[in-house]
Every structure is written in C-alpha cells, then in structure tokens.
Nanobody, 123 residues
C-alpha cells in the first residue's frame, strides 16, 4: 500500500509560479510511475502530468505543456510539479498519484491517490 502526501498548494496571481510536491511511503518508490491530476470545482478529475519510475519518460496534458514541469527525486521519495505562467483556469485541487504500471497511470487504472492540495490562481 502506497501512501501519498501532497504539499505546496496556495494562492498566486495569474502569470505567477508555484510548485507542489508529494512524498510517498509504503512502497519502492522508483518502481512506481508518478503523476499529477487536478479537479476544479464542478468538473471531473483530469490528468496533468506523469513521470516514469526512472524519470526518463514524462507525459503532459496539452493544456499545461510548456508551462508545467514534473520531476522526481527517487532518493527522497518525492515527486514535484513546477507550475509557471499560471492561469485562472489552473485553479483546482491537485492530486498526486502513483501506479506500478506506466501505461495505466494516465487512465487512472489502479492509481494510488493523495488527498490533494488546493491551488488558486487569481486575476
């Protein structure tokens, strides 16, 4: 069983930057693909970014490409999402996810989930 705890959410003005992080425990971190999803009020949870266990592969939603960067530190069991050029539509609860299968994480099949951290982008 993998436990995930997010941190780093907060409020920022449009155009600003913010970073969120997730610490994992309960498994061999480097064997898990890690990802970030988000859920805005009244909307379904959507994929944001993912990174393979080694960190050698990444995947991004089109809406965040070029603005967000996912990274991981396997020595610290941590995955981070650096967000820049933030827009009001990026406002959401951001959830960390883990999956032992890189091919499944984006489709939310058998993902482990954190409880989320709120990111608010104001105009």
């Amino acid at each position: 069983q993998v436990q995930l705890v997010e941190s780093g959410g907060g409020s920022v003005q449009a155009g600003g930057s913010l970073s969120v992080s997730c610490v994992a425990s309960g498994g061999t971190f480097s064997t898990y693909a890690m990802g970030w999803f988000r859920q805005a009020p009244g909307k379904t949870r959507e994929f944001v970014a993912a990174i393979s266990g080694s960190g050698g592969s990444t995947s991004y939603a089109d809406s965040v490409k070029g603005r967000f960067t996912i990274s991981r530190d396997n020595a610290k069991n941590t995955v981070s999402l650096q967000m820049s050029s933030l827009k009001p539509e990026d406002t959401a609860v951001y959830y960390c996810a883990a999956n032992s299968n890189w091919l499944l994480i984006r489709n939310r099949v058998n993902n482990y989930w954190g409880k989320g951290t709120l990111v608010t982008v104001s105009t």
